[in-house]
């Protein structure tokens, strides 16, 4: 009797680690229905507003018509991203901007008046510099999908 207790409890936290335990980011799909072409980003410095800050661009093809793009996790940044859709192609943006005034740093995201999580606040992913997540929707469904090996251009300086 006591083995077959050992053997239920055995099944019993076996089944619930390995088959109940929800997937809170699902990296699952084995072939996302999108292709990255380009993944670029760059960083902006501005004295006359004082402002500097980030930009990132990913443009890829994609294969359903049930897609949305909603969230890039770059650079210890939270960045709602601002799809472009043409054909079967599409361009996401997304950046960071810190307005520097009197000596006090406030930082913002001015894309589509979706606010950036600021650096004090954790995102759920440990990454590299260039490395992000970018979070896809399909049937109202979220995944996710990790970007590696993205290329830092020039720092532009704006007057």
């Known amino acids: 009797m006591t083995n077959l207790k050992n053997v239920t409890l055995f099944l019993f936290i076996a089944l619930f680690s390995f088959g109940f335990t929800p997937n809170e980011y699902d990296f699952s799909q084995k072939k996302a229905p999108f292709t990255i072409v380009e993944k670029s980003y760059f960083y902006y410095v501005s004295g006359k507003k004082a402002t ?4 990132i661009q ?9 897609l949305e793009f909603t969230t890039i996790y770059f650079q210890n940044r939270e960045l709602k991203v601002v799809p472009n859709f043409h054909l ?3 361009t996401l943006v997304g950046g960071y901007t810190t307005l520097s005034s ?3 740093l406030v930082d913002e995201i001015t894309l589509n008046n979706k606010v950036a999580k600021k650096s004090s606040d954790d995102i759920p992913f440990e990454l590299e510099d ?17 970007l590696s090996g993205i290329e830092r251009l020039e720092t532009v300086y704006y007057p």
Do not use: P
């Open 52 to 55: 500097n800050g980030f930009k």
């Open 58 to 66: 990913i443009v890829g093809t994609f294969e359903t018509t049930n």
């Open 88 to 90: 079967n192609k599409f």
């Open 102 to 104: 009197k000596d006090i």
């Open 130 to 146: 260039d490395q992000a997540v970018l979070v896809y929707q399909i049937n109202g469904k979220d995944f996710y999908y990790k």
